[in-house]
């Protein structure tokens, strides 16, 4: 029932009340007691509707977007983990990040777990939104061009059945199209059509009977800007349950598109002169790396030695001699009895301003 119902509701009842009273006049104390329940009975009608409006404004205004829904932009970076909560069941966690100004989400994501040693998908898990938070990096950074450092936190989570252990473990896959490559600085652009997105893979070991894993958490939010000829630190460190060692280096990035050239699921359709902004569960590993411009690699993804990376404390040491936007990978992998046991990636892009 909407406002304006209600109001002529209202305007009836209390004509009806009014002849209702000349007509039992003789009975004024009746009549009033009778009048006072009608009226109180509209009001608390008349309020239970406001409240059901203002519920169903709250339900409107918090709706997220469709899953894979496109978006122009948005973007700045992105990080895959699990944990196991028991032998047959894990929790999958994807995290990804936005500057707090070009806040853009899906309801939902998508991602592929499948066998590690045969061609076969054991589940296609959706994940769910499960948070939404702001990080503001207080680095004392002045120039005119830097922003507030406001981080956009959201991350996605969803429970799914594994049969543990598993001979080759599981691969868990994610996939996203496509960077802003016009405005890029270290990554190739379009070459005959070929897009440059991003793919996160996290593998699941093969463990012994009884034995349960966590991948490691990074527990700050990257940086997403700076300025440029300042020295910044940035901590890329990582938590990891299980208390395994950690290792930390600068990594490649990887693209949507398998080895073999298949993009999995079918490829976004291409506009030139649009930006994609869409996410997708991933196909199988290996894939394709990104095709870095001259001068630019994955150790040195800024060109020269201006970020460095800690390998013992994940701690980033970078200094930007150029303005531009560069996509960085930074990889934390556990090693338990001193050998590896698996790997996650942190993709991030840094927006170098004067």
């Known amino acids: 029932m909407n406002n304006y119902s209600t109001y002529w509701l209202m305007e009836v009842s209390t004509l009806s009340v009014r002849l209702f009273i000349s007509m039992f006049s003789m009975h004024s104390k009746t009549a009033l007691l009778i009048t006072s329940i009608f009226i109180f009975t509209l009001n608390l009608s008349a309020q239970s509707n406001k409240g059901k409006?203002?519920?169903?404004?709250?339900?409107?205004?918090?709706?997220?977007?469709?899953?894979?829904?496109?978006?122009?932009?948005?973007?700045?970076?992105?990080?895959?983990?699990?944990?196991?909560?028991?032998?047959?069941?894990?929790?999958?966690?994807?995290?990804?990040y936005f500057y707090c100004t070009e806040f853009k989400i899906d309801s939902a994501e998508s991602v592929t777990v499948q066998e590690?040693?045969?061609n076969m998908v054991t589940a296609k898990p959706v994940l769910k939104l499960v948070s939404i938070k702001d990080s503001t990096h207080l680095q004392n950074l002045n120039c005119p061009g830097y922003k507030n450092g406001c981080v956009k936190k959201v991350v996605y989570s969803?429970?799914?059945?594994?049969?543990?252990?598993?001979?080759?473990?599981?691969?868990?896959?994610?996939?996203?199209?496509?960077?802003?490559?016009f405005h890029m600085t270290n990554i190739q652009g379009i070459q005959e059509f070929q897009k440059q997105g991003l793919s996160l893979t996290i593998h699941i070991p093969e463990l012994n009977a009884g034995e349960l894993n966590a991948a490691p958490v990074f527990m700050m939010p990257p940086v997403l800007s700076t300025c440029k000829n300042?020295?910044?630190?940035?901590?890329?460190?990582?938590?990891?349950?299980?208390?395994?060692s950690l290792g930390y280096r600068l990594s490649a990035l990887y693209n949507y598109k398998t080895e073999n050239g298949i993009a999995y699921p079918e490829e976004p359709k291409f506009n030139p002169g649009s930006i994609m902004n869409t996410s997708f569960a991933g196909g199988r590993p290996p894939f394709k790396k990104i095709l870095y411009k001259k001068g630019f690699n994955p150790v040195l993804p800024m060109g020269g030695k201006q970020i460095e990376i800690d390998s013992k404390t994940g701690e980033i040491q970078l200094k930007a001699d150029s303005i531009g936007e560069y996509l960085i990978g930074v990889t934390v992998t556990e090693y338990r009895l001193r050998k590896p046991l698996g790997s996650c990636q942190r993709v991030f892009k840094v927006q170098v301003v004067d």
């Open 116 to 118: 590690g040693i045969i």
């Open 158 to 181: 969803g429970k799914v059945n594994i049969m543990s252990p598993m001979m080759g473990g599981y691969d868990i896959t994610w996939g996203f199209c496509c960077w802003d490559e």
């Open 53 to 96: 409006q203002k519920k169903d404004q709250n339900i409107s205004t918090s709706t997220h977007s469709k899953p894979n829904e496109i978006f122009p932009g948005g973007l700045c970076g992105a990080e895959l983990y699990y944990k196991f909560l028991s032998e047959k069941e894990i929790e999958i966690f994807l995290v990804k």
């Open 230 to 244: 300042q020295l910044i630190a940035i901590n890329a460190s990582a938590m990891d349950d299980d208390r395994d």
